[in-house]
């Protein structure tokens, strides 16, 4: 199926890890990479909210596998898959990173330079809780690792690239004392660290 | 009508306008603005519309991941966020760092700096004066001959190389992809750039998206990796191996030869290419010297890049310490962020809760309670507000005041203390440009003196980085290759409880992380980052804050299109607490600007 070659492939999981839901991109990288082994022709990252800054890494990748948490309107814990030319349209305004400079911004700037890579695929989960600021993924959202992963593995293969099981060495994950485990159990209680957010950003908040 | 305390005429009788959220920003922030019949702000509402309380995150984490924490705040001040919450622990634990960490520390901070002034210059600012579609009907040759005119230096100035551009440009706006210049008001007689400096800049600003991806390799290099390199409290985790050969992670010669040919590029862009621009543009500007707000009264800076390690007094910082009040500039006061009674924060107009009215809280006493309560006056719902009264609460930032003085902090701020302090490079900086712009000091206190004080500064951090390398080289050519200090690495080392301050200059401005450490562990944590001193809401007292100050006063064009709010507002660079927010399959939502 690739026309074009595919010396470098991107897999980039983006989104803000203290956000909950929100953490879902960066979180399956990680889990990627603890449980298969990907050639070197393939770099993983966790882009963070980083935007414009990741400029750099998308002009040079072949082809682009996103993870992430998208708002399709559909029930949590949704995984969706959209493919190339589809993929900025569901990269919207909502997605503040850098200057709130959109991920879309960011692939639009990769156009405007043409220097797009030729295949793109967004795996997008439906998050079920953003507003809960040092919590971590909901069970709905962190159930759709797994089969986000083969999807992605899937994906990978239609390009021609051999994923096994086994691990990835890369330094270009989080912290380990902000990956999911570390991150999740260190919260502390809510009786001292209050969760409450900005009710006009409550789903469903009330008067 | 009502004055504040720090002189400003508050009418909120006039057209009200909405603007929200304001893009091209970092985080959610919106404004509401009074207008008079002549189109004149006389009274301005400035809001950050999320809740962030890393602060409480932080409680019961081990201090020595504080920084890996920090870095997540936000997706631009990874690296200062960083720095200051290892500075933090250090001061705490009364940890010294060696001089090679002070060297490598500040040859990152530095190049963030410049890297972040270019991005801001050329990817967050320009649209506000520049316009890109005009830009369409440059005429290449004529563009070329300007550009050789600014820049008689730059390389890239063909018509030819104009002209490619412009195609580019071209087919970009016309296949409906205006996607990066979406959010402009191309039509509105603000911009006055005739369409070859348009060219020009749109140009440069292409130009700069390359530069960037040199820029960040420093980051890489000393941190590891990047984004979200890594730091280490007691120094920096890349040992020097001066002689060694392609080991990984280790710093040697090859790599340092790498981070010097960076630093060379850096000087030249900005050099070359961001001040000629900023005197090429600002020139056609010399006429809008609004936004001085409170930059002409009250400014602060905590100063940063400190000579030697270890020591931060005020006469061995680069960038200067220092605050003036009531703009007399022959007094600049010394600045203790430890003393109580010099920093604290109110939340009077905040959502937040102290128990009781009027009071401000040092940041080692601070408290992050959240309470959300909206004032009588207010239009609309709690989940729908349609016009906010600013009598009540009404931003989720604190409003934090130095002596009970509403202050602006950032470049413009650093550049005004320079200045009354007599620094020697800031002053000839400043002077220079006032001189080739024929302009007075006044005009310093404005939007436009704001962005230019970010480029001079671009140009000082620059040179600054070629100090602190030459620094470094000497220092392990003189034998010396140790990059941390790691005798207080253990908890058993520390004392039961104590607490510490890390400062430094981001970007934006001052930022200040105050740490509480007990049995080992984070007790309270509190920052105080640059946009909440300029962004912050009113006081208890009535004083208004950064943001709202430079806003006032100023005509525009056309109430409808803000272009001159946005103008002012992204002249002190924003950064409101880095979030989040899902994608949503709209994707083309635009600021909503509603007029009431």
């Known amino acids: ?112 330079k043409g220097c797009s890579p030729a295949r793109m695929t967004l795996i997008g989960c439906q998050p079920e809780e953003l507003e809960d600021y040092g919590g971590g993924l909901r069970d709905s959202v962190a159930a759709q690792i797994a089969p986000a992963l083969t999807a992605g593995i899937a994906e990978l293969a239609g390009w021609g690239i051999e994923v096994r099981p086994g691990r990835t060495e890369t330094g270009d994950l989080a912290d380990p004392s902000i990956r999911r485990g570390a991150y999740e159990s260190g919260r502390p209680s809510e009786e001292v660290a209050c969760r409450l957010g900005d009710a006009r950003f409550f789903p469903g908040g009330s008067d | 009508m009502t004055v504040t305390p720090n002189g400003f005429d508050l009418d909120n009788t006039g057209q009200r306008i909405v603007v929200d959220p304001v893009t091209r920003i970092e985080g959610h922030m919106r404004c509401e603005v009074n207008v008079d019949d002549e189109g004149v702000i006389r009274n301005a509402v400035s809001t950050g519309t999320m809740w962030r309380g890393l602060e409480v995150i932080l409680k019961g984490r081990d201090p020595r991941d504080a920084w890996a924490f920090t870095e997540r705040i936000c997706g631009v001040c990874t690296g200062t966020h960083a720095l200051t919450s290892v500075r933090a622990v250090e001061d705490a634990l009364g940890i010294t760092i060696p001089d090679n960490a002070n060297s490598i520390r500040n040859i990152m901070q530095l190049n963030l700096q410049v890297h972040d002034h270019i991005v801001h210059f050329y990817h967050l600012h320009a649209l506000d004066w520049v316009n890109p579609v005009n830009a369409l009907r440059a005429d290449p040759k004529a563009t070329s001959e300007l550009q050789q005119a600014v820049s008689p230096s730059h390389p890239l100035s063909s018509p030819g190389y104009f002209r490619d551009v412009q195609n580019r440009l071209k087919k970009f706006v016309e296949s409906g992809q205006l ?24 140009t440069h600003y292409l130009e700069a998206l390359d530069l960037q991806k040199e820029i960040v390799k420093i980051h890489t290099i000393f941190g590891g990796k990047n984004p979200h390199p890594n730091w280490l409290v007691g120094g920096v985790p890349c040992p020097i191996n001066i002689d060694g050969t392609g080991a990984v992670g280790a710093i040697n010669m090859e790599r340092l030869n790498m981070v010097s040919s960076i630093i060379d590029l850096c000087t030249e862009f900005v050099n070359n290419v961001y001040l000629p621009d900023l005197v090429a543009i600002g020139g056609f500007y010399k006429d809008w010297l609004y936004g001085g707000g409170l930059s002409g009264q009250s400014v602060l800076a905590y100063g940063d890049i400190p000579e030697n390690p270890n020591d931060f007094s005020a006469d061995q910082l680069h960038l200067p310490r220092g605050a003036i009040i009531n703009g007399n500039l022959n007094e ?72 009970g003085h509403a202050m602006e902090v950032g470049p413009l701020a650093r550049y005004i203390i320079g200045y009354a302090k007599g620094h020697e490079d800031i002053k000839t900086q400043v002077e220079g440009l006032l001189r080739t712009m024929d302009l007075p000091v006044s005009a310093l206190f404005s939007t436009l003196g704001r962005t230019a004080a970010r480029a001079l500064e671009a140009e000082y951090c620059a040179r600054l980085q070629k100090h602190f390398f030459d620094k470094l080289i000497t220092n392990i050519r003189n034998g010396d290759s140790a990059t941390a200090n790691v005798e207080k690495w253990e908890p058993k080392t520390w004392p039961k409880e104590c607490k510490g301050v890390g400062m430094t200059e981001a970007p ?55 272009v001159e709010i946005l103008r002012t507002l992204h002249s002190f660079d924003p950064c409101l607490a880095c979030s989040t927010h899902v994608m949503s399959p709209d994707g083309q939502e635009m600021t909503s600007v509603k007029v009431r």
């Not at chain 1, 199926?1 to 010396?7: C, E, S």
């Open chain 1, 1 to 112: 199926m690739p026309a074009a070659r595919m010396d470098s492939v991107l897999v980039l999981g983006i989104g803000n890890v203290l956000w909950a839901d929100e953490g879902f991109g960066p979180r399956c990288v990680e889990a990627l990479a603890a449980s298969h082994a990907l050639p070197p022709s393939v770099r993983l990252l966790d882009g963070g909210t980083q935007g414009l800054y990741l400029l750099p890494f998308i002009e040079a990748a072949d082809a682009l596998l996103i993870f992430d948490a998208v708002d399709y309107g559909l029930a949590p814990g949704t995984l969706k898959i959209v493919r190339d030319d589809e993929v900025p349209a569901f990269m919207g305004a909502k997605k503040m990173s850098l200057h709130q400079t959109g991920f879309q911004d960011v692939l639009a700037t990769a156009a405007f």
């Open chain 2, 179 to 202: 996607g990066l210049f979406k959010n402009g008001y191309w039509d509105n007689p603000a911009y006055k750039l005739p369409p070859e400096a348009d060219l020009m800049a749109t």
């Open chain 2, 332 to 403: 600049v006061f010394d600045v203790d962020v430890r003393d109580p009674e010099q920093v604290q924060e109110f939340v009077d107009h905040s959502w937040y809760s102290y128990g009781e009215p009027g009071k401000g809280l040092h940041p080692w006493d601070g408290v992050t309670e959240a309470n959300f309560e909206l004032g009588p006056n207010t239009k609309g719902t709690k989940t729908n507000i349609e016009e906010l009264d600013e009598a009540a609460k009404y931003s989720w930032i604190k409003a934090p005041r130095w002596k």
């Open chain 2, 508 to 562: 934006r401005g001052a930022l200040g992380h105050w740490v509480q450490i007990k049995d080992g562990r984070i007790d309270n944590y509190q920052c105080v980052v640059p946009t909440t001193w300029n962004g912050s809401p009113r006081d208890s007292a009535g004083n208004i804050g950064a943001f709202e100050a430079a806003l006032m006063n100023t005509k525009m064009e056309r109430p409808e299109e803000p």
